[in-house]
């Protein structure tokens, strides 16, 4: 295999690897009509991060707080 077949095959495979555990530091942030309030998600893939955020939005279920990833 040539050189530059087994960098490009490589590359794809850093890519892919990169894509699939890619782990972050994330913000929920929930709001009503007055305030906003921010909790920190630290070192967890978005996936992740948003179930955490969709448990703080169950809390608050029934009032006007909306909360989203940021």
């Known amino acids: 295999m040539g050189m530059k077949k ?3 095959i490589l590359g ?3 890519l892919f690897v990169g894509a699939t555990s890619c782990k ?6 929930c709001s009503d009509s007055v305030n906003v309030y921010s909790w920190p998600i ?3 893939k978005k996936k992740d991060a948003q179930a ?5 939005t169950d809390l608050y279920a029934g ?3 909306n909360c989203s990833i940021e």
């Open 6 to 8: 087994m960098s490009l």
């Open 12 to 14: 794809i495979i850093g």
């Open 24 to 29: 972050k530091d994330w913000t929920c942030a």
């Open 42 to 44: 630290e070192n967890v």
């Open 52 to 56: 955490t955020c969709d448990q703080l």
């Open 63 to 65: 009032t006007s707080v």
